[in-house]
């Protein structure tokens, strides 16, 4: 099992222009999470996606749209990209989401964004 | 809102020295803990967590950490750290009416010295 993918790995980009980040889990689990991480502030959750065919939204949503292609893929869209959205971009995904008990997230390798 | 604060930005430590990373959160409401471990270029890894019963909880690599609710701490702890503990840490919680959403503590990086 490959666990959790992304792709890019590394990707640059000029202010205005727009991308979609890539991730798949092959662990046949419900929820999947967008999160991004800059220095001292730990990650921040961008959206979540619970089951197939929902989408909620986290701490920072802003600038950001997601799409849960099925149940495998979670993608991240910037529209029009913005310094402020220079980070490391973590995928994640659990067995479970719902309130009433607890499954353990599992991340992937982290997409490295530059916005010039 | 849960807040998660971990007290040290960065903690040198030497070889086979012990080594404890401080973690204390907002709220006292019935919560799920963990460590995460981030070592350089790569993803974070489940190092253990707290879900209910003993306050003290083993996780991988030899590390421990103790859940105490009146304090809302809950403080990893190595008794001798290797070179390759170098890595940043990362607490994270979760309200049991959350689901699986997490909130991170912004990370302790630790720097072992031969």
């Known amino acids: 099992n490959a666990g959790v993918t992304q792709t890019p790995k590394f990707q640059v980009l000029k202010t205005g222009q727009s991308m979609t980040l890539q991730c798949a889990q092959d662990?046949?689990?419900?929820?999947m999470y967008w999160y991004r991480q800059d220095p001292g502030m730990g990650l921040r959750l961008i959206y979540y996606?619970?089951?197939?065919?929902?989408?909620d939204k986290g701490e920072v949503p802003n600038g950001y749209n997601v799409s849960r292609l099925n149940k495998r893929e979670f993608s991240l869209r910037l529209e029009s990209a913005a310094p402020s959205q220079t980070s490391v971009y973590f995928c994640a995904s659990s067995e479970g989401g719902l309130a009433g008990g607890f499954y353990s997230q599992y991340f992937g390798p982290g997409t490295r964004l530059t916005v010039l | 809102a849960q807040s998660v604060t971990q007290l040290d930005s960065q903690v040198p430590v030497f070889e086979e020295a012990p080594v404890e990373l401080r973690c204390n959160y907002s709220?006292?409401?019935?919560?799920?803990l963990f460590w995460y471990v981030q070592y350089p270029n790569q993803g974070l890894q489940l190092l253990l967590k707290y879900l209910s019963g003993s306050t003290l909880v083993k996780g991988i690599n030899g590390f421990e950490a103790e859940f105490n609710k009146s304090q809302t701490s809950f403080h990893l702890r190595k008794p001798s750290v290797h070179i390759s503990d170098t890595a940043e840490y990362f607490c994270a919680v979760s309200d049991r009416a959350a689901g699986n959403k997490l909130t991170f503590g912004g990370g302790t990086r630790v720097l072992v010295k031969p």
């Open positions: 709220s006292s409401v019935s919560v799920y």
């Open positions: 662990m046949n689990h419900n929820s």
């Open positions: 996606s619970a089951s197939e065919g929902t989408t």
